[in-house]
């Protein structure tokens, strides 16, 4: 049996007071896993789970806001998804594109879409760039929308792309190697001029990363929480931020 409502708000504002401003992240990396599970355990369609989950998102965000969170990334769809039964794709690619206007149009919000998106539909790319161009001057959180994401993806392309601008300049060959440092292949990530995760949250009890930002995530601290994605609340989100801001962060050194 849940505790009444009352006591969990009297528990957020105990959280809250308990955390440290100056010891909380700057950038937050979310997973957003266990829609399809909290689907099937509440003996519903996985659509309605992929729903349930999206209309998560503006609560999340909304509680990042509260503790002046500047930057957050959301793995809404991972290149893997994409082979899962063509149907729930389908379903899941508008419910996504639908979210993202949705997050748009309330100008709260600058968005950047991340990740393989010449891999989706034609029809639903033009949505989400046309969302994300409507967000261009916003002067809000910075939310970083990963679909068709995938982190092995990202360090080939950006190894690519370095690879490509550094034969186009005419340069010889033998400089190659010189070249390719963590440096340069930085400055071709989808994240590029972007600080990397201090905090990365998933959700749904699995506890692995999947691929969700590898290169970005070397010095992250991780928050690994049981509940399904539709059922992340926000005192779920204060004991992340009161786990991290517990955590002594050497970062190597």
Known sequence: MRPPAFLYGLYERRLTRSLDHARLPHHVGVMLDGNRRWARSAGLEPAQGHQAGADRIVDLLGWCEDVDIKLVTLWMLSTNNL???SREVEDLLEIIAATVATLATTRRW???LVGELDLLPED???RMRASEALTRDVDGIHVNIAVGYGGRHEIAGAVRALIAEYVESGRPLSDLEETVTPETIAKHLYTKGQPDPDLV?????EQRLGGFLLWQSAQSEFYF???????FRRVDFLRALRSYGGRERRLGR
Request: charged share 35%; with cysteine.
């Open 110 to 112: 600058r968005l950047q």
């Open 83 to 85: 082979d899962r039964d």
């Open 225 to 231: 929480c049981e509940a399904f994605w539709p059922d």
């Open 201 to 205: 949250i998933r959700t749904s009890g």
């Open 124 to 126: 639903i790319t033009g």
